[in-house]
């Protein structure tokens, strides 16, 4: 059964729905998230659900955490992490989708979702973290930070330790371009950003951004869905 990365989300539930669709993903096939489902977009809530509902039809799920789900759980902490999470990583939104007014509001079967998601995910073949791997650490799957919020890590990539895995990621908003160049060369590079500001668009569209992304694992087939309002 096929396994399916995809990008980040974002809150963008209709997007997210246009691109299973155009997967055909079934049950007994495996479905997993890069983390950053949530925020920014229109409906994070209806995205959660929508992963749930993937699960509920025999769809194996696995949904990495990134630092916008980091972010919310450190919003349960204080009063300023919610505040930083609200008004400058677009929390605000995720808030609204779930008709609260606060973190500590939203049901706890969704805070206990989030403070479950693993921070790394491996398959045969493939490697998946949000961000990035810290790759002069010991153990690169050790620095936690750099899992959720490490960017422009490639030159420090040690290809001993990868081995023959290819990393996958999200995290920083590239154009569409760049990842259908790193997909063209996945088997000599080995890493392939997902991540394409799904979110961004239509605003940055000109810029090369606004699909959401998926790669199928065992065909490594590329599919960019464009933003659906």
Not at 117 to 140: I, K, Q
């Amino acid at each position: 059964m096929p396994t399916y990365f995809v990008g980040d989300v974002h809150g963008c539930r209709q997007t997210l729905l246009a691109l299973l669709k155009q997967l055909e993903i079934k049950a007994g096939d495996t479905a997993v998230f890069l983390g950053d489902l949530i925020d920014r977009g229109p409906d994070s809530k209806g995205v959660v659900d929508t992963v749930w509902q993937l699960r509920a039809v025999g769809i194996r799920v696995v949904s990495l955490r990134g630092n916008h789900e980091q972010m919310l759980l450190n919003a349960l902490e204080d009063a300023d992490s919610e505040e930083r999470w609200c008004y400058h990583n677009g929390g605000q939104k995720a808030l609204e989708s779930f008709g609260v007014s606060s973190v500590g509001c939203i049901p706890a079967e969704y805070l206990r979702f989030f403070e479950g998601m693993p921070l790394w995910y491996e398959t045969e073949g493939y490697l998946c973290v949000h961000a990035g791997l810290n790759f002069r650490a010991s153990d690169p799957l050790s620095d936690t930070h750099a899992l959720l919020w490490l960017r422009h890590w490639y030159d420090d990539i040690d290809y001993t330790w990868l081995r023959n895995r290819i990393l996958i990621h999200g995290h920083t908003p590239i154009p569409l371009q760049i990842i259908e160049e790193q997909h063209l060369h996945l088997t000599h590079q080995q890493y392939l950003n997902l991540d394409n500001g799904c979110v961004y668009a239509p605003a940055y569209s000109s810029q090369g951004l606004g699909h959401l992304m998926a790669l199928r694992a065992d065909t490594q087939q590329l599919f960019a869905q464009p933003f659906v309002g």
